[in-house]
Every structure is written in C-alpha cells, then in structure tokens.
C-alpha cells in the first residue's frame, strides 16, 4: 500500500455554528463515535465553512471550543481520532482552490443545500457560499478519505465530491484520489423538527422548541418532547401505519435511535397506545441518554485550555498527513515546487 492511500480513512467534518442537537448526534456524531474503534478517523469542526455567512468572530472561536467539548463528551477520543479545526490546517483552502477549477458553475448551481442557504437573495449570498460544496470536497480528500459518515443531508455534497475527484483523476490522467463513500447509517438518519415533521432539525431554525441541543438540562429536554407537534391517533402497531404521519414517525425513529432498537419493535411495544403514553417514556430515555452528555460538555469548558490543547495536537496531526498529499497534488497540477523538490 503506498503511503497515504489508505485501504478506508473515515473523514467527517461538523460546522461550529451554535449548539450541536439531536440531528447531529443521531444522525453523524454518534456512528463516529462507533467507527473510530476500528478505522483511522478524523474529525474536523469547520470553521471555514462557518464564515461563509456573517459570524461574530469572538463567538465563533466560543462555539469551536463548545462544539469541540460536545464531540468529546458525546464519546471522541482525541487519543483514538484526529480532532481539529479546519482554519488550521492550510491543506484545506489550498485545495479548495484547485477543486474551485475543477468543478463547474452548472454543478453548483444543482446544490440544494446552497438554494435554502441563500434563500430569495441569491445575488447577495457570499461567493464562499457557493462554493462551499468545493471546500467540502478538499476536506475529505486532502486525508484521501474513503468513507465519511454524515446524515441523510449531506448526500448531495458527497456525490458532488466524487464527481470532483474522478473529474480530477481524469483531466490530470491520474488515479490519485479514491471516490469516497458516504455512510449513512442508523435509525434516525433525518431527524426532523420537533415542531414541524416536514422540516429537518437544524440549527438555523428559529424555534428552540424544534430542537434538543446536546446542552439542554433535564427539565427543558422533558419540556420539548411534551411540546412536540403530533397528532391526535394512537401510534400504530405496523411501520406502515406510520405512513403520511411525519411527526409521529420522527418521535418514534427518535426513540428506536436512543434506544439502539428499531422502529419495529418500538411500535411492538407502544402499537395501540397514544402519545399521552409515549411522550413521558420517550423524554424520560432521552433525558437518560442525552443529559450526562450535556453535563461532561460543561465540565470540559471549564477548562479551555485543554480544549485547545486537544484542538492543537490535532491539527499537527492532520496537517502531518495532508500537507505531503498536497505536495502531490501540486506536482500534479504542475506547480512549480521549492528548490529540491522539482
Ligand atoms: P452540519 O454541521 O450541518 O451537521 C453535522 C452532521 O450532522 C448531520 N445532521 C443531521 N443528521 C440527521 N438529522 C438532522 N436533522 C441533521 N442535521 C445535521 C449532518 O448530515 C452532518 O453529518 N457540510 C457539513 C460539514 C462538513 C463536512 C465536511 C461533513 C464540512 N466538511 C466533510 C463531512 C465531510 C455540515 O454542514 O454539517
């Protein structure tokens, strides 16, 4: 095997914009967690990407440190994975510049994360915004990442990167970059909103109410699953009666999730009786679940220091196997490199 190409490198990346929720955890973080036990991972809280719409910058460097809290407290060991932010490993921008000229205007443009990002206002989005599926791209592929574990989401951006790198494989008439896999896996790979099951759980929503962040105390998590839209019927005791009923549906993935189960047998259990039952069990194992999580974050973030430290050896790390795959890269290209190298 020559070096850096590895047989499987798991690769994934969460941006550092207010707190982490539901989705995040069960849709991404907590399969990281599981894969880092049997294959090299990094794990990269992107702070490029955050700029690509307006950040406070003394908040942005607050929600690094607090993001980075949640990953460790959730169950990433800094030992075991490589955790770093993304500004500190150049590799990252440097490719997103070559991988600007290889994707296309008319690839972009199908992105749809980018047509709700800039909403009505398309020629007042930043340019950083549309480009921001390149940037992705060059995070996974600077590491020749082979797998990268997100939610249902980020498919699109993953196909996207694959037609960036056989693209680039092709022009250059190389195999040098690997057609990295998206895994998508679990239960819950779409969580949706709390108030609305048509919508997806995000962090940009403007309702607390629609989300359970990882920081939410007992009370309040409690307080939100009571709140949560459903409708009148009792829950069905079949996957198909789950059909044209989005809420129902995404408390009961919800508590399959949680529970390491699936929706099958939760419905076994609870087929038959109505929310009034299942809202007090499924806030009850989501309190149990999620609470001491929330409760390592914060004793993690009493100490800053050691986040940063965490972050530090991190990015010594990534950049220690990106930074001679860009040198590659750069030959390839047919840049002119250092005296010595040439
Ligand atoms: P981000 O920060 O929006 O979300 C981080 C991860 O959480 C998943 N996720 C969800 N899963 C299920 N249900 C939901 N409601 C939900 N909301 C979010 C996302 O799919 C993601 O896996 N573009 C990425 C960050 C990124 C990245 C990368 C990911 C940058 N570079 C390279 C993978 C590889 C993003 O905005 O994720």
New binding site residues.
Partial sequence: MPENRPENRI???????GN??????????RNWVTLQDSFESIY?V?DL?AITVPQDPQQLRQSTREVTASLIAAGISPQRSILFN?SRVPQHSQLAWIFNCVARLGWLNRMT?FKEKAGKNRENATVGLFA??T???A??LAYR?TH????????Q??EL?RDIAQSFNMNYGVEFFPLPEPQ?FGS??????LRDGGS????SEASDNS?INLTDDDNLIAQKIRKAKTDPDALPSQVEGLAGRPEAQNLVGIYAALADSDVETVLREFGGRGFGDFKPALAELAVAKLSPMGREMRRLLANPGDIDAVLDDGAARAEAIAAPIIEQVNEIVGFLGPVGRR
């Fill in positions: 690769f994934s990346g969460i941006q550092p914009t982490l929720h539901l989705g995040n955890y069960l849709g991404a973080i990269c992107v990407h993304q994360q921001y599926p940037l992705m791209a995070d996974i990442a990268v574990p997100v939610g249902e989401d980020q498919k951006h993953l990167t998508i819950a790979t779409r969580v949706m909103s997806k759980m995000s962090k989300r």
